[in-house]
């Protein structure tokens, strides 16, 4: 079964700085990968997600992440972090269509 | 479009009490979630609907939560009676099954229970 392991509970960055969210799955086989972002008293909104083809994913407001079938990663980057971005985020694996497997979050605070 | 519409967003009861949350999904979406999701931690699947057929109820504890969809459209999720560890966000989320992979969440029910 596919399980995925986001490494940090919180990370605090300065505004301006770059973000690093990391996120590692276990798979038999290459899995679907997802990010979501949760702001306060909201539901999850997916950021970005590789399914097949180019392993590096670009998503909205600026973040990125890379497949790396070698390390089971899928690491989110942004270059430069805003006041906005401060939220809680997930990564998720999905095996099959309907199984999707979160981890237990990273919660983002940005400095000013 | 509109998105996965939840209600209530919030409620308080006291234990023992019966509750129910409601979800409408996006319109078309032939796959339907109930998550839980606790203080601190990711989602976790309760109940997996595709049209109104309940595919995947493995993780959803059935002495006291029960849901249906009767029409195949919207769902109802109820606990009866609750517990104090019930407390949490219980979150639906809709997929159209034949397009895509992507799950589109509601803003889920905050659900405390003293």
């Known amino acids: 079964a596919q399980s995925v392991t986001q490494l940090g509970s919180h990370v605090s960055v300065s505004e301006g700085a770059l973000v690093l969210l990391r996120c590692n799955y276990s798979s038999s086989v290459p899995p679907y990968l997802f990010w979501y972002v949760q702001y306060p008293n909201q539901g999850l909104q997916l950021l970005l997600k590789?399914?097949?083809?180019?392993?590096l994913v670009k998503g909205i407001n600026g973040f990125e992440a890379e497949f790396k079938k070698s390390e089971t990663s899928f690491h989110l980057t942004k270059p430069s972090a805003h006041m906005s971005d401060a939220a809680e985020y997930f990564c998720?694996?999905?095996?099959?269509?309907?199984?999707?497997?979160f981890g237990a979050g990273t919660r983002l605070t940005v400095k000013p | 479009e509109a998105g996965v519409v939840q209600s209530p967003r919030y409620k308080i009861i006291e234990k023992k009490q019966p509750v129910a949350f409601w979800c409408n999904p996006i319109s078309g979406h032939n796959t339907l979630y109930w998550y839980l999701q606790n203080l601190g931690q990711g989602p976790e699947l309760l109940i997996r609907y595709e049209n109104e057929e309940a595919v995947d109820d493995s993780q959803l504890p059935k002495d006291r939560f029960s849901a249906e969809r009767l029409k195949g459209v919207d769902s109802t999720l109820k606990i009866q009676p609750a517990e104090l560890g019930d407390s949490a966000v219980y979150l639906c989320a809709s997929k159209n099954r034949d397009r895509e992979e992507t799950q589109y969440f509601g803003p889920g029910t905050r659900l405390l229970v003293l």
């Open positions: 590789y399914t097949t083809g180019a392993t």
């Open positions: 998720a694996v999905s095996l099959l269509p309907n199984d999707m497997r």
